[in-house]
């Protein structure tokens, strides 16, 4: 297996093993837009999939034409094959703009722009350019060169590539958006924006000198941050139909991977751990993870492949500092439950990323990690656009939400008092979990300076907790009614634990920091218990020692109350 070998031709030499998505090629040629953005999720084949463009396309001193001879390309007809090595190609890989200064990213992406202007030497070796582009040229190289000269750069090289060849040029820009991330997570988003709207709008923006471009990125970011008036530029996210089977494998693809690799008797399991995905809107196709494909075929076992790629800051700053509406929601996730109808909306703008739940889950979706489970388009009305059920996608991001919503939690009740705090809960010690609780969120607050209107984001982000740590052992339904501060929820004792206690929670938010309005709080929580008979579900199920609990809360006051009744 390919491992970690994203060069096409090495592959190739090598003799390793390679799933053919060449005709990925036909389809970018029969494609009447100038400029593509393809956006997926990291590791799912993409910069791969621009080498092999490369070898394709690019015209050089060495043929590639045996790299693809056996390839499903090659047998389109004359048409397709007299396009092989026929122009000049221009590459930028951006996948390593990741440092988290703008200087030291500019630094680095004009090194990145020197280099590929030097591997085309050829062009002013020669000495017939002329004095204004060999000065230009010259600081580039010697790394003199100011912003608009570096801006400039694609387009010069494609403009010379295009008088010597008599060509028009290929460009191929890989990770467009990796900058992009850093920028927002490291706050020098504005100059980072600046720049690539230099640089790509000079490259595809009415370049007489361009045949094809092609940029990928696993986002479509919006095109008044970057791709302003960029009316050439054709852009396919994993809702659109376009190219969805070249990135990530078709479910026929693995099994002949499983197949080749003697695996065929464990279909079923890697189905459940590295499947879900659903590319398209029209006719969704199922796309399984490549990356964790092929390292499971590999190292066969089952375990996170894809998830460990990445530090995941964005995702896990979103989910773990959102509103708590968005954790509610995670919840319902990590119960294997679809949430939705949600907005769908392949554009991101990173500055807006956090500002609607919508946003958060777009995001999260054209990352990888969710997926659709049912899609539907309103045409008319208040509600136009597309909307979408989304749910986890398989086994190996469950494991991840599970994980860093647990690191969260557990990083929340500081002290290492997360098994202590939830053991006096399940042994029904009210006492105990009053006093540890009653801490827990004076420090957390105290800490996240987190003001009153926030509040209710702890009381969510706690029962998440409960989901994750108490999963095993536990069942934790978590009923929601109106208004954020407001849980029913139920821990119940799983098969084969029945000796175990249940429990209920009733969350009420208390009308004023006075201990009057706790207590107020607290009687309502517990008559609510009592009024609703939550514990008639737990009795059906055989469950015979109940705690009800009734927890009231205001800004960084809580205070539990319980009453424990036994059969």
Partial sequence: ??????????????????????????????????????????????????????????????????????????????????????????????????????????????????????????????????????????????????????????????????????QKVIILVDEYDTLLNEAYIHGFYDEAVNFLRLLLGEAFKNNIHLRKGVMTGIFRVAKESIFSGLNNLKVSTIIQDDYREYFGFTEFEVQEILED???????????KWYNGYRFGEESPLTIYNPWSIIQYADQRKLVSYWVNTSDNLIVRKLVTESSGEIQLQVADLLKR??????????????????????????????????????????????????FGMLTIPNEEVYDFFAEMLSNWFSDTVKGGSTTKLLQALTDGDITTFNGMLRETVLHVFSYHDVSDDRSESFYHAFVLGLLVY??????????????????????????????????????????????????????????QIEEKQYEAELR????????????????????????????
């Fill in 261 to 271: 690799f003697g695996l065929t008797e464990q279909v079923a399991e890697v189905t």
């Fill in 540 to 567: 059906a199920r055989g469950i015979q020692d109940i705690v009800k609990l009734g927890v009231a809360f205001k800004g960084k006051q809580v205070k539990v109350r319980g009453r424990r009744q036994e059969l």
């Fill in 470 to 527: 108490l999963d095993k052992e536990y069942e934790v339904i978590s009923n929601r009614e109106s208004g954020y501060g407001r849980h029913d929820v139920m821990i119940v004792p799983r098969e084969g634990r029945k000796g175990r206690k249940g429990i209920i929670l009733e969350f009420k938010k208390a009308d004023t920091l006075q201990e009057e309005s706790l207590d107020e709080a607290l009687d309502a929580a517990l008559h």
């Fill in 337 to 386: 439950q679809a949430i939705g109808p949600i907005r769908i909306d392949d554009t991101i703008v990173y500055r807006e990323v956090d500002r609607s739940p919508d946003t958060i889950w777009s995001f999260l979706l054209m990352s990888g990690y969710l997926k659709t489970v049912e899609l539907e388009r309103h045409k008319e009305g208040m509600l136009r656009g597309l």
């Fill in 1 to 166: 297996m390919p491992i970690g070998v994203d060069d096409f031709k090495a592959i190739h030499e090598r003799n390793l093993y390679y799933v053919d998505k060449s005709m990925m090629i036909k389809d970018i040629l029969d494609d009447g837009a100038e400029v593509n953005l393809i956006a997926r999720p990291r590791r799912f084949g993409k910069t791969l999939n621009l080498s092999m463009l490369r070898y394709f396309f690019e015209k050089s001193v060495e043929s590639h034409v045996t790299l693809f001879q056996d390839l499903k390309i090659w047998q389109q007809g004359e048409r397709y094959r007299r396009e092989q090595g026929k122009y000049p190609v221009i590459v930028l890989t951006m996948k390593s703009l990741k440092m988290n200064t703008w200087p030291n990213n500019y630094s680095r992406l004009c090194t990145l722009l020197a280099t590929e202007i030097e591997r085309h030497a050829y062009l002013y070796e020669k000495n017939n350019l002329s004095s204004n582009d060999k000065y230009v040229i010259s600081r580039i190289l010697d790394r003199t060169a100011d912003e608009s000269e570096y801006g400039g750069s694609l387009e010069l090289l494609s403009r010379l590539l295009h008088a010597y060849h008599g």
